[in-house]
T-cell receptor, first 112, second 115 residues
Framework: NAGVTQTPKFQVLKTGQSMTLQCAQDMNHEYMSWYRQDPGMGLRLIHYSVGAGITDQGEVPNGYNVSRSTTEDFPLRLLSAAPSQTSVYFC???????????FGEGSRLTVL | AQKVTQAQTEISVVEKEDVTLDCVYETRDTTYYLFWYKQPPSGELVFLIRRNSFDEQNEISGRYSWNFQKSTSSFNFTITASQVVDSAVYFCALSEGGYGQNFVFGPGTRLSVLP
């Protein structure tokens, strides 16, 4: 049972570089979401998707893009990384908007 | 707007002590869901409990118990006879359900259980 798989686990970028955080789930969940975790701020929602082809913004969407071409995959793209995007990123999936979130192991991103 | 407050930033207890983690929430909806997650030092997020707003029964699971009080908008978490393995950051979260995904997490409480 893989659950939610995120890659990479660690990444260091320079300001202005782009990258994609990958997220895949094998539980056939319709809902997927991306959160960032910063010290003292809990987890904040970046973007979410309620199904293939449907995405929407969360609390902190600026600087991030997402797409959902399949039920399984929900990549998060940073088009031009900034030091403020240094954080730990978590992908999650769930069966509904208020269902238990199943989280990936997290991806630690450092932007220099 | 929904909000979750965890006023205790850090708590330290000695093993076998009982400890309560506080969670206060704000929402205008009558239907909502409350959660607790645990984040051990290894970093993963572990689901502990989900409670809907219509179920005010307290719940006990082993050494863990949860006290849900709508009158005070609180959903507190008690660990009885704490153990070193309980050391973690604990997050309380609120979802108003409906369309979309609108989880709001509290800032977390870091619990250290000392041997």
């Amino acid at each position: 049972n893989a659950g939610v798989t995120q890659t990479p686990k660690f990444q260091v970028l320079k300001t202005g570089q782009s990258m994609t955080l990958q997220c895949a789930q094998d539980m056939n969940h319709e809902y997927m979401s991306w959160y960032r975790q910063d010290p003292g701020m809990g987890l904040r929602l970046i973007h979410y998707s309620v199904g293939a082809g449907i995405t929407d913004q969360g609390e902190v969407p600026n600087g991030y893009n997402v797409s959902r071409s399949t039920t399984e995959d929900f990549p998060l793209r940073l088009l031009s990384a900034a030091p403020s995007q240094t954080s730990v990123y978590f992908c999650a999936s769930s069966t509904s908007g208020a269902g238990e979130l199943f989280f990936g192991e997290g991806s630690r991103l450092t932007v220099l | 707007a929904q909000k979750v407050t965890q006023a205790q930033t850090e708590i330290s207890v000695v093993e076998k002590e009982d400890v309560t983690l506080d969670c206060v929430y704000e929402t205008r909806d009558t239907t909502y869901y409350l959660f607790w997650y645990k984040q051990p030092p290894s970093g993963e997020l572990v689901f502990l409990i989900r409670r809907n707003s219509f179920d005010e029964q307290n719940e006990i699971s082993g050494r863990y118990s949860w006290n849900f009080q709508k009158s005070t908008s609180s959903f507190n978490f008690t660990i009885t006879a704490s153990q070193v393995v309980d050391s973690a950051v604990y997050f309380c979260a609120l979802s108003e359900g409906g369309y979309g995904q609108n989880f709001v997490f509290g800032p977390g409480t870091r619990l250290s259980v000392l041997p």
